[in-house]
């Protein structure tokens, strides 16, 4: 257990449907990052959060994708009016600022599956 | 970031040492080489990483070559829980713009067999 937690672990959804993945990340870790992983592929990096801003987003994070930190601790991705293509692992990691070169943890991800 | 090759699988066998390979032909002077693997069904979990320094640490070593255009990620005496995906990543250091994004390769898969 890397402390990051998400939930759910598992979501089935239809097509057209809205998803959201919640990522609690560990406790004093002020940057929290998402990413996603298709089958036989590495994770894919998706957005940032550094606090509650969000630094930056990949071109793969379409409009209908919106991520969210509040208030600087849990995140939330939304994803409207899923598709097939959407069926993929969601990462959250986390880090803590300060170290020059940081590692990060991941958590157990939420898989996805659109029908 | 620098691109990286690594072979697509590897066996080993358990309580011998394994030796993961990659190349970073491309890299700068201010990249750092990381490893991270990733267990079936979980996150990528964070192994070592380096400069052009050997590294070592309770997980692993990490021997980086003098010209910095490869590495090999050693994990002295593999056991059956070592079974995993390893990824090699290149990235920019410190905490300035893109250097918080790691790009992952498709990896080696490593089986350490009975």
């Known amino acids: 257990d890397t402390g990051v937690s998400q939930d759910p672990r598992h979501k089935i959804t239809k097509r057209g449907q809205n998803v959201t993945f919640r990522c609690d990340p560990i406790s004093e870790h002020n940057r929290l990052y998402w990413y996603r992983q298709t089958l036989g592929q590495g994770p894919e990096f998706l957005t940032y959060?550094?606090?509650?801003?969000?630094?930056?987003k990949s071109r793969l994070l379409s409009d209908r994708f919106s991520a969210e930190r509040p208030k600087g601790s849990f995140s939330t991705l939304e994803i409207q009016r899923t598709e097939q293509g959407d069926s993929a692992m969601y990462l959250c990691?986390?880090?803590?600022?300060?170290?020059?070169?940081?590692?990060?943890?991941f958590g157990s991800g939420t898989q996805l599956s659109v029908l | 970031d620098a691109k990286t090759t690594q072979p697509p699988s590897m066996d080993c066998a358990e309580g011998r040492a394994a030796n993961l390979p990659c190349n970073h032909s491309t890299i700068s002077g201010n990249e750092y080489v990381y490893w991270y693997r990733q267990i079936h069904s979980q996150g990528p979990q964070y192994i070592i990483h380096?400069?052009?320094n050997n590294e070592t640490n309770e997980m692993a070593s990490l021997i980086i070559t003098e010209d910095r255009k490869s590495s090999t990620l050693i994990l002295p005496h593999a056991t059956l829980r070592d079974t995993a995906v390893y990824y090699c990543i290149v990235r920019v250091g410190g905490s300035g713009a893109g250097s918080y994004q790691l790009t992952f390769g498709k990896g080696t898969k490593l089986s350490v067999i009975p």
């Open positions: 380096g400069l052009k």
């Open positions: 990691a986390s880090s803590s600022r300060g170290r020059l070169n940081e590692k990060l943890f």
């Open positions: 959060f550094q606090n509650e801003a969000q630094l930056e």
